[in-house]
Structure formats: structure tokens, C-alpha cells
């Protein structure tokens, strides 16, 4: 059975950072893309960013309040788990993190549709 386990969220100041984990276990995802969503009280889900091992490629949500510039995700393959780190936080990333993984590599790795397995989510709120 695959599971993804997010860990690392909490309580931090505006301007603050926190490093967001996810483990996979039950399947290695080692060609495989892992991604990072969030969901906001009362918004969709949305992409924030992905990585895909083969190729090393990595991609960052655009949406308006971007993270890219702040947030940086990696991986370590061995320990078949991805990494977000988020630095300069801002009151709008206040949300549930949630660290998702698609067999293969997804065409779209900004579409929540392209991905399989998901983990429970970790709470990330971020003051003014």
C-alpha cells in the first residue's frame, strides 16, 4: 500500500521559513514526479511545485501570489522522498501542504488530475 506522510508544517511568523517533508513508502518513486499542492479555506487546490528525478526537471506554480523565488523543492531519491522549503512566508501561503505523486511523468505536473497517490496534508499557517 502506498502512503505519502507530510510532516514540517506549523505556526510561523510572516517572513519566517519552514522545510516541509513527504515520505513515500510502499513504492519507489524514483522516475516518477513529486509535487507540492496547497489548499486555502474556502479556495481550490493549487499547484505550488513540482519535481520529476528523470531529467531533473522542476517546475513552480504561477499563480498570484508566486511562490517561485521563495519556495524551493528537491528530492533525495534514496530516501524516496521530496522536500519543500519555504522562505520569506507571507500570510497567503497560509494552508493545508499537501505532497502528491504521479507514476511516469505527467505531461501536465501542474494538474491535480495527473496524479495517483496523495498524502493527508500538513497545516502551514503563517501570520502578519
Known amino acids: 500500500q502506498v502512503q505519502l506522510v507530510e510532516s514540517g508544517g506549523g505556526l510561523v511568523q510572516a517572513g519566517g521559513s519552514l522545510r516541509l517533508s513527504c515520505a513515500a513508502s510502499?513504492?519507489?518513486?524514483?522516475?516518477?514526479?513529486m509535487s507540492w499542492f496547497r489548499q486555502a479555506p474556502g479556495k481550490e487546490r493549487e499547484f505550488v511545485a513540482s519535481t520529476v528525478w528523470s531529467g531533473g526537471n522542476t517546475y513552480y506554480g504561477d499563480s498570484a501570489d508566486s511562490v517561485r523565488g521563495r519556495f524551493t523543492i528537491s528530492r533525495v531519491s534514496a530516501k524516496n522522498a521530496v522536500y519543500l522549503q519555504m522562505n520569506s512566508l507571507k500570510p497567503e501561503d497560509t494552508a493545508v501542504y499537501y505532497c502528491?505523486?504521479?507514476?511516469?511523468?505527467?505531461?501536465?505536473?501542474?494538474?491535480?488530475?495527473?496524479?495517483?497517490?496523495w498524502g493527508q496534508g500538513t497545516q502551514v499557517t503563517v501570520s502578519s
Open positions: 502528491a505523486a504521479a507514476p511516469g511523468r505527467p505531461t501536465r505536473p501542474w494538474a491535480k488530475d495527473e496524479y495517483t497517490y
Open positions: 510502499g513504492r519507489t518513486f524514483s522516475s516518477d514526479a
